[in-house]
């Protein structure tokens, strides 16, 4: 089967094996590692499609579970999927909607057929399975789909977390048979496993030994600590195939986002950017700047003085402190807009690096910047 | 004294009499009949210059009851005023904030040297005198300022409203000795009231013998009918000087811009469009669309067929609902730049009405369509 997601490597770093590579798509190709935007309920929040093309963003992520209950990935079909609805030309990348399931709705029940569950929003009874999944995502219409997984806590029991394994295992076979449409939309496997070795390796070998279009990496991100997180990467990518892409689900801070890099992986997704964002913290390369203290009411420079981003261009601290104080929406924006690009930047300067055989020195001199290396250092 | 806002009247369009002109200012030379967006507090809700600029904005309001507490003038001052502040090369308008002292402040007294309340944000007893109303004008450093003024009710009787005029005409005097910046800042006069027809011309000839950069229309669109207000804006700009702009204050229906460039209005201002926006409510050639209504959830047509929008150029009325039910802040942006962008190209049709000699044809067809011809037609 010739799947329309190919993975190239274009080269390792000499000194981490971090990856550069490029992901071709339906609608594009990106080069890696690439940090992905979230767009929850096709849009990403408060930025327009040319916005996000103008800060350099390429494959945009969006939310199998919102988009089934509101508004209906049926009459997302209808709008020319979600290329359509949301005016949105490049790559799209849907979830399996698993996540959702298991940390936003009540009352859930797992079978061997899948989930039965109540929605977060209404409280009707639904129930979501692989072929269910598979079915809303090709409505939906991206160009990379997620096979459905439970995603259980990190610290799970052996037992149950190797009984959840298998079944997704088996959830992951059934997805592969019902997805319809080849030819557009390309389906990635999710190795689970939490922080058990022998089930992680397990599981990438299951899933490698099935025909997907690239590998996802679940269940991190989930409140285990870094440490954890970096470990279960070193025994996890190497059982990857080098031919196609890595995506690590949910990473978005700096340090973890080279880091993973640095452990093999390639592309990644976080609404962190855009929800602390929204809240008046910035990232910047000196590090997080909480936007509204009172240091910044005369403050005239730009956020970030090396950013190059619309926001640090024509605004200055100060009006951006005055827009958050007064809870105007064009702070929001204008947050977004850098923190976004922030991560975007860092990704470009991070495939830079690979190309100049120099990551670890950039990752030293960024850690150092950031502030990632004062005593209690805040991890994002 | 030299003026540094001039009106040229270009022309009077036969049937009404209707005036086209220029309003040239410090920072832009823009024709009139005129829009002007309003930016409370430094910002106009949802939107970027650069968005303003594309839909045709020209002049924008801002508020200096609001921006005087928050941020503070001094701060603004320091910024390089509201335009560098907020980074808009355009031209600016600043009220005096009398308005709001009257509609937003606790516990006001008026005396003849000024007014005494409390702020509605943390209660703190605060003074504005004409004196000071200039003075924190002065430091936002819009093109057009206005004279400090009471706003009293509509209804307020005439007596009181008698009192109250005289005091505002010597409120304008102190105005005009207090202003600072002739070279770059003009000052307008604001004629009160009421629906006293002997009050308003009384105060229009006592303001004209002042030497104003212009003149307002104020204490109109605070709940009187749209008949009252034709009726009052009848007998009150024939006593306006032909050669300088006169500004209706508060208006920002189609209907009441459309009467009142009828009846010699040149320039408007209202929260309206972008207020409704953020309610879902969008201004089309066909009247008012409550966006969140279940029969839109598959219309795939643009919000306004005769838009020439950025909204309208590239998202359905379904993509906007779904917004607007997710309540997500892409769904404020869009249709705030489309009402806005409604407004502005309404003037620019009645503009053309106006050197056409058509503005009566125009007016009923307009009519025709936005729906005001129904039985209980809503004026807005």
Redesign the interface.
């Known amino acids: 089967m010739e799947h329309p997601i190919k993975y190239t490597l274009l080269k390792k770093e000499k000194h981490t094996g971090a990856r550069l590579g490029t992901l071709e798509t339906p609608n594009g190709t990106y080069e890696t590692p690439m940090f992905m935007p979230v767009g929850t309920?096709?849009?990403v929040?408060?930025?327009?499609p040319e916005e996000l093309k103008s800060i350099g963003a390429g494959i945009i992520l969006s939310n199998t579970y919102h988009l089934w209950l509101?508004?209906g990935s049926d009459?997302i079909d209808?709008?020319g999927g979600l290329h359509g609805?949301?005016?949105w030309d490049q790559g799209i990348l849907t979830d399996s909607g698993g996540y959702q399931v298991f940390s936003l709705a009540d009352t859930r029940e797992i079978k061997e057929d899948g989930v039965h569950f109540k929605s977060h929003l209404d409280g009707r009874n639904l129930f979501l399975s692989p072929e269910k999944s598979i079915q809303v995502q090709n409505e939906l219409g991206a160009d990379i789909m997620m096979s459905f997984d439970e995603c259980p806590p990190f610290h799970e029991s052996y037992d149950y977390m190797k009984k959840s394994v298998d079944r997704t295992t088996r959830w992951a076979e059934r997805g592969l048979e019902a997805h319809q449409k080849w030819d557009k939309q390309g389906l990635f496997g999710i190795v689970q496993g939490g922080g058990y070795k022998d089930l992680r390796i397990q599981h990438a070998r299951d899933l490698r030994s099935m025909d997907f279009s690239g590998y996802s990496i679940g269940g991190l991100s989930v409140g285990e600590t870094h440490e954890e997180m970096f470990e279960v990467l070193d025994y996890t990518t190497p059982e990857l195939p080098e031919d196609k892409t890595r995506y690590l689900m949910g990473v978005g801070t700096p340090k973890a986002l080279i880091e993973s890099v640095i452990r093999g992986v390639d592309i990644f997704d976080c609404v962190l950017p855009t929800r602390v964002a929204r809240n008046g913290t910035l990232m910047t390369s000196q590090g997080r700047m909480r936007i509204k203290n009172a240091k910044y009411?005369?403050d005239?420079r730009p956020v970030d003085e090396k950013c190059d981003c619309y926001t640090c261009k024509?605004?200055?601290r100060?009006?951006m402190?005055?827009?958050f104080?007064?809870d105007?929406?064009?702070g929001?924006?204008l947050a977004s807009t850098h923190n976004l690009r922030f991560l975007i930047r860092l990704m470009e300067q991070v495939r830079e690096a690979i190309r100049n055989d120099n990551l670890l020195e950039f990752k030293e001199q960024f850690y150092e910047d950031y502030g990632y290396n004062e005593p209690n250092a805040l991890t994002y």
Chains 1, 2 share one sequence.
């Not at 929040?45 to 327009?48: Q, R, S, V």
């Open positions: 309920q096709a849009t929040k408060a930025m327009t509101r508004p009459l209808e709008a609805f949301m005016n009411a005369r005239w024509n605004y200055s100060a009006y402190r005055h827009l104080k007064t105007e929406i064009l929001h924006r």
